[in-house]
């Protein structure tokens, strides 16, 4: 059972995130935060496995909640799930330590499969989202890093929330191979997790 804690100040919205979830019957609400102060305090004493977390909120925001969550319990994943995608709000939602980016317009599905993958350790990000990031970081820059392309391939699976024994069928190489081209690209990109990875790259415009 995946546990998840929704923070949204808008009763009506947050309600209906939290009927979406009881559909499913491998994930439990097990708390609700109408601003991000109640989201990191729920956080701390519940402890569940996700934060769905919007971002603009009264008092702590969104991602001011989502820095103190990282910071202080980061075993707690972060999904921001939010109506807002300017480029200050995603950049700022991902550096402050969301493990994924998802808008509240997605399909049904795809929200519950976002909450999934980042609970089992992966980074999800809308495709328009990551769009935004490439182009507003895409360049090329004296001194990037370069990848090759089979370890650009590994982690554009990652950047889709696959896992590694789903990127080793789908690219037909062996599991340890892909934590191979995860560790190279770790030491090339200068990070020491997926999502930082998939940020990072993005950033870069290497993928």
């Not at 979830?21 to 935060?33: F, H, K, S, T």
């Amino acid at each position: 059972m995946i546990r998840v804690i929704v923070a949204d100040d808008h009763p009506i919205v947050r309600s209906g995130i939290v009927g979406l979830i009881a559909l499913d019957p491998g994930l439990e609400v097990v708390g609700q935060a109408a601003n991000g102060a109640e989201a990191v305090d729920l956080a701390a004493r519940l402890r569940p496995d996700v934060v769905l977390m919007d971002l603009r909120m009264p008092g702590t925001s969104g991602i001011e909640a989502t820095s103190r969550i990282a910071a202080e319990l980061p075993e707690v994943r972060v999904l921001v799930l939010t109506t807002y995608e300017t480029d200050d709000d995603i950049l700022g939602a991902i550096e402050a330590g969301a493990s994924g980016y998802l808008l509240k317009a997605a399909p049904q599905e795809e929200i519950v499969a976002g909450i999934r993958a980042v609970a089992d350790g992966h980074t999800v990000l809308a495709p328009t989202i990551a769009a935004t990031l490439v182009t507003r970081m895409r360049g090329d820059r004296p001194g990037r890093p370069q990848l090759s392309p089979r370890e650009r391939e590994v982690l554009r699976l990652v950047a889709a929330g696959r896992s590694n024994p789903e990127i080793a069928r789908e690219l037909f190489i062996g599991e340890a191979t892909v934590k191979t081209h995860l560790i190279h690209v770790f030491e090339k990109l200068e990070v020491s997790d997926r999502t930082r990875a998939v940020t990072r790259a993005l950033e870069l415009g290497l993928i």
